[in-house]
T-cell receptor, first 111, second 113 residues
Framework: QKEVEQDPGPLSVPEGAIVSLNCTYS??????FMWYRQYSRKGPELLMY????GNKEDGRFTAQVDKSSKYISLFIRDSQPSDSATYLC???????????FGTGTSLTVIP | DAGITQSPRHKVTETGTPVTLRCHQT?????MYWYRQDPGHGLRLIHY???????DKGEVSDGYSVSRSKTEDFLLTLESATSSQTSVYFC????????????FGPGTRLTVL
């Protein structure tokens, strides 16, 4: 079993929809949780970063961490065609220097 | 963009030849990483460095070596390139100042014929 599981999609939604992206993980020691957005033929760019459990909001994006269920989510409100990209979740432990990535979910927002 | 550059950005080479990829950063970050990204596998760690001359292996280190003789440069070498090493290679740094996130370079697209 991989440490981080992420549904690869693809996910296709109409413009303005609410998008929910999710990852599950197996290592209860993970404390840092990140979401990256990757456009085609570009490097991943950090979108959201949270420590431990709870919610974090930044504009149209909300990251949620449920450590009891080992489940993290990224919500995108009022989705735009410019949100079309691959979204990767990543996580690391308090003491580790390695990061563990999901395989990414491909999202297309249709105008 | 955390001041990360990678060179070359694209390379085509033949099986059996050595290849070196360079990652350069301008912000004195201690930790640097090399990943490869392949369809269905996501990002997989090859090697990482936690200081000058201090490196450690990642998940897929076989066939790769690294060197870090200066803080700003982290080199990835494919000793004898194989077709299975055709991939997109990303360099990353770990943020400083209490944050624990990574920032990525633009990537190098390597094709081994």
């Amino acid at each position: 079993q991989k440490e981080v599981e992420q549904d690869p999609g693809p996910l296709s939604v109409p413009e303005g929809a609410i998008v929910s992206l999710n990852c599950t993980y197996s290592n209860s020691a993970f404390q840092y949780f990140m979401w990256y957005r990757q456009y085609s033929r570009k490097g991943p760019e950090l979108l959201m970063y949270t420590y431990s459990s709870g919610n974090k909001e930044d504009g149209r994006f909300t990251a949620q961490v449920d450590k009891s269920s080992k489940y993290i989510s990224l919500f995108i409100r009022d989705s735009q065609p410019s949100d079309s990209a691959t979204y990767l979740c990543a996580m690391s432990t308090n003491t580790g220097n390695q990061f563990y990535f999901g395989t990414g979910t491909s999202l297309t927002v249709i105008p | 963009d955390a001041g990360i550059t990678q060179s070359p950005r694209h390379k085509v080479t033949e099986t059996g030849t050595p290849v070196t990829l360079r990652c350069h950063q301008t912000e004195n970050h201690r930790y640097m990483y090399w990943y490869r990204q392949d369809p269905g596998h996501g990002l997989r760690l090859i090697h990482y460095s936690y200081g000058v001359k201090d490196t450690d292996k990642g998940e897929v280190s076989d066939g790769y070596s690294v060197s870090r003789s200066k803080t700003e440069d982290f080199l990835l070498t494919l000793e004898s390139a194989t077709s299975s090493q055709t991939s997109v290679y990303f360099c990353a740094i770990k943020g400083q100042g209490g944050a624990d996130e990574q920032f990525f370079g633009p990537g190098t697209r390597l094709t081994v014929l």
